[in-house]
């Protein structure tokens, strides 16, 4: 049994194969045949792709035109830097004095020493 994903891309293959083959066809044969020295249906074959590709380029450029033109511009390096130096002599400031006396937990004695764990083979 096929899944929907995999009949929907048979189906997508399958329409691009005879799209392609009837496009093949109508650009050098069917235009030509009718009546030879005048390519009217492969002009239009030619001239209609072209249009969309052309129209789609123009819009993808309009697209990222907009998308500069409304997006506003970032910070100064340097604003974003005294921002950083700012925020790190607040933490700084904030921190309460360290002291040498250590807990229980703290003191190594108490503490077993972690034992490595063995490296697991990794597979080629």
């Known amino acids: 049994m096929v899944s929907k994903d995999q009949g929907i891309g048979g189906l997508i293959c399958l329409v691009c194969v005879v799209v392609g083959v009837l496009y093949t066809l109508g650009l050098f044969y069917w235009g030509y045949v009718k ?29 990222i035109g907009w998308t ?42 108490n503490n077993p020493p972690e034992t490595p764990k063995p490296e697991r083979k990794r597979r080629s």
């Open 68 to 109: 500069m033109a409304t997006t506003p511009p970032p910070k100064p390096i340097e604003d974003i830097t005294i921002e950083m130096e700012a925020e790190e002599k607040k933490t700084v400031e904030e921190k309460p004095p360290a002291t040498e006396e250590k807990t229980q937990e703290e003191k190594p004695e």
């Open 35 to 63: 009546d030879p020295g005048v390519w009217h249906v492969a002009f239009t074959l030619v001239a209609i792709p072209v249009f969309i590709a052309f129209i789609a380029i123009l819009a993808i450029g309009a697209w």
